[in-house]
């Protein structure tokens, strides 16, 4: 564990949840902290929250909720309740992974996506980044902490992403489909559509 991290800060008898939305989106992300943190603060005696953001962005947060700029989000993940995110992929595989459900509130990219198959998968809710309140965002949270389904399906994505076999077996179906792409006059591979 990351000796800098006070773990010992943590309250075992609280549900724990981590935000992070990214370090690609804090400049967009600054109102979405500001209704979390809303959202996090009558759930003081029921929730801690750990919120990932850079110094200054969250003036006067609850005493439930620590502020960091760095976590160390792989040594947390087993003692986390819920992940409220923005869906990007990394927090998303590590979450399921662990069997932690999610909130996500998708902003570009892959997220949307992402959001939509956690949400289809029953593993998590998806929430507006632009227009969900403290209100909607709390609901969802407790949502996700209260209803079982959640978590049970979590850990069941989680469970399918470990029998996929990771990086070694992506590499290996990789060199699989180089290898049957045909090799023109030349020596250079044709280029054909997938």
Do not use: W
């Not at 935000?19 to 979390?36: E, H, K, N, P, Q």
């Not at 003036?59 to 923005?86: K, T, Y």
């Not at 209260?146 to 290996?172: F, I, K, N, T």
């Amino acid at each position: 564990p990351d000796p800098d991290f006070p773990f010992d800060a943590l309250d075992d008898t609280r549900r724990l949840v981590l935000v992070s939305m990214g370090t690609l989106s804090m400049d967009i992300a600054r109102d979405f902290y500001a209704r979390t943190i809303e959202a996090l603060r009558p759930l003081g005696t029921r929730v801690q929250a750990i919120v990932v953001a850079p110094d200054g962005t969250i003036e006067d947060p609850p005493p439930h909720v620590l502020v960091r700029s760095r976590v160390p989000v792989l040594d947390l993940m087993p003692r986390l309740d819920a992940v409220i995110g923005h869906g990007g992929l990394n927090t998303v595989c590590e979450a399921l992974v662990h069997g932690v459900p999610l909130v996500i509130a998708p902003i570009k990219g892959d997220q949307p996506v992402n959001a939509d198959q956690v949400a289809a998968a029953g593993a998590g809710i998806r929430v507006s980044f632009p227009r969900v309140g403290p209100q909607g965002l709390r609901e969802a949270l407790t949502a996700v902490l209260a209803d079982p389904s959640y978590r049970a399906a979590a850990h069941r994505v989680g469970r399918a992403l470990h029998a996929a076999g990771g990086a070694e077996a992506a590499a290996a179906h990789l060199e699989e489909l180089a290898g049957s792409i045909p090799v023109a006059a030349g020596g250079h591979r044709e280029s054909r559509a997938l």
